[in-house]
Structures are given as structure tokens and as C-alpha cells.
């Protein structure tokens, strides 16, 4: 029988466990993004969303209005190191200080087949989920190294950086670079107080999911009996992983990669289904 997570509002660490803390987390404003920035502000976190678009930072701000802390919403491309340091600089204007937490969250990602991949997607992709991550992550740390301060660094990834990402090249190539990112930063930041770790959902459905993903969700008329567990995740699970990362009693977790998916990912079958071509799959026919 699926065991049902406690219910919204709930935490594991006490309240106002992060009073006093900034959080930034980019692409915060939909999504698993605004359920993670939810979660410490819930804890008394003051929270900053970075997005490109106005909509998103909108969305954001109005899913932090109703908890005491500070909440922020500046414009960033992350591709684009001096606007990150620009929105640093106004994140610190507004907290008074430097934020002690970096949730990079943001990401690009559509189904393609690799051979009719345009070489502008492929770019896209890892300029925005790799180096977009590393640039964001960079410049946080510099401020910290410089001041001389502990933060914490959370990387959102991907269960198919391990597996390969059939139909998904571009995106699971670039998730492999940021689990990768996130052990080497690890270890290069931690004698400076700066933890660095990987976060990779599972199946958390919410409204903000991608068409191709509601339109896989939708085929299928039962999610839970897919999923070891019995059940898909709620999005304030990821929130609540997220928050003990960076939480004192995560302090001796570096460069960990923690998938939060119910075993989904290490499924396998006695007999595996037939071979469905992932042109197939997207509907382009033969080859």
C-alpha cells in the first residue's frame, strides 16, 4: 500500500529553521522551482526567483506573498555571466546581505531526435541547463570565497545524466555535465564552507509541466501503479528535500546526488517491451 506524504505545511525541520536566510533560486517562479522556493519561505527563508520572463517572476512573488519573510523577484538570463551579477547585486540590495543559499533550478528542454536536432537547439539547451548552472554557481561562490562566508549550492538535475536520455540527447548530455559539475565543485569549494550537491525529481506532476510531458502523463490512465512506490510525488517533496540540503544537518553532505523519484529510475523488467524508435514516439514516421 503507497505510504501518502504528510500533508502542505508540514516540515521536518522546526519553524523559522531558515529565519534570517537568503535563498535564491533560478527559475523559481513555476513548477518544482516555486515549490522549492515555497518550502523555505515557508521556513522563514527571505527568497529571491530569478526568471527571463515577467510572467514567471509575477507567478513567484505571488506563491511567497503569504509568509513573513522577504520575497524578491529579479530578471536574469543565466547564459549571461554580467546579468547574474547584476541580479546578485540587487538580490543583496534587497536581503541586506548576501544569500547563503543558490537553488539552480532553471533549465531548457524539449523531445527532438538527435539527427533532426538543429545545431541552435542543441546550443540553447547547454548554454542554458550547463552552462547556465555553472556560471550562476560561480558567481555565487565568488562572493562567498571572497567574503569569506559558508553557503550552500543545490543543482537541479536529472535521473537520465546516469541513463542517457533517448529523444532528449541535448538535455540529458547536459544534465551528465552538471552531476559531474556538481562533484568537482564539491570538492574544490569545500575546504571554504561551501557545500555543493545534485537534486534530481522524479515524477511530480504539477500545471507548469511541458506539453510533451502533460501530453505522456495524459496516455496514461494510472500514474501511481508506474511508480515503485505506489504513488507519483508531490511537489512540496522536492521543497522539503531541497530545505534539509541546505539545512545544519546536511552540513557533512557534499557532492551527492539525491533522486527523489520513488525508485523510479532503477526500475527494471524481467522481459523488456519491444523497441519503440523514439522517431516513432515523436511522430515523425521512418527515417
Not at 132 to 149: P, Q, S
Not at 166 to 192: C, D, I, M, Q, R
Amino acid at each position: 500500500m503507497p505510504v501518502p506524504p504528510p500533508p502542505l505545511g508540514r516540515s521536518a525541520l522546526h519553524p523559522g529553521a531558515f529565519t534570517g536566510t537568503g535563498v535564491v533560486v533560478t527559475g523559481g517562479g513555476t513548477g518544482l522551482g516555486r515549490a522549492i522556493a515555497v518550502e523555505f519561505a515557508r521556513l522563514g527563508a527571505d527568497v529571491a526567483v530569478l526568471s527571463r520572463k515577467d510572467e514567471h517572476l509575477r507567478a513567484g512573488l505571488a506563491a511567497l506573498a503569504e509568509f513573513p519573510g522577504t520575497a524578491t523577484a529579479h530578471p536574469c538570463d543565466i547564459r549571461d555571466p554580467d546579468r547574474i551579477a547584476a541580479a546578485l547585486d540587487a538580490v543583496e540590495e534587497a536581503f541586506g546581505g548576501r544569500p547563503r543559499v543558490l537553488v539552480n533550478n532553471a533549465a531548457a528542454n524539449f523531445p527532438a531526435a538527435a539527427e533532426e536536432m538543429s545545431p541552435n537547439a542543441w546550443r540553447t539547451v547547454v548554454d542554458i541547463t550547463l552552462n547556465g548552472t555553472f556560471l550562476c554557481a560561480r558567481e555565487f561562490a565568488r562572493r562567498h570565497l571572497a567574503a569569506d562566508t559558508p553557503a550552500t549550492i543545490i543543482n537541479v538535475g536529472a535521473s537520465y545524466a546516469w541513463t542517457g536520455g533517448p529523444g532528449f540527447a541535448h538535455s540529458a548530455a547536459a544534465k551528465a555535465g552538471v552531476k559531474n559539475l556538481t562533484e568537482s565543485l564539491a570538492v574544490e569549494w569545500g575546504p571554504y564552507g561551501i557545500t555543493v550537491n545534485g537534486l534530481v525529481p522524479g515524477m511530480f506532476p504539477h500545471r507548469d509541466m511541458t506539453a510533451d510531458i502533460r501530453g505522456n502523463l495524459d496516455r496514461a490512465h494510472d500514474k501511481d501503479d508506474r511508480q515503485p512506490v505506489g504513488r507519483v510525488g508531490s511537489p512540496h517533496e522536492l521543497g522539503w528535500a531541497a530545505t534539509f540540503l541546505a539545512s545544519p544537518y546536511a552540513g557533512f553532505i557534499s557532492g551527492h546526488t539525491l533522486v527523489v523519484d520513488g525508485a523510479n529510475w532503477q526500475r527494471r523488467t524481467l522481459t523488456n517491451p519491444p523497441v519503440v524508435p523514439v522517431r516513432e514516439q515523436l511522430g515523425l514516421g521512418p527515417h
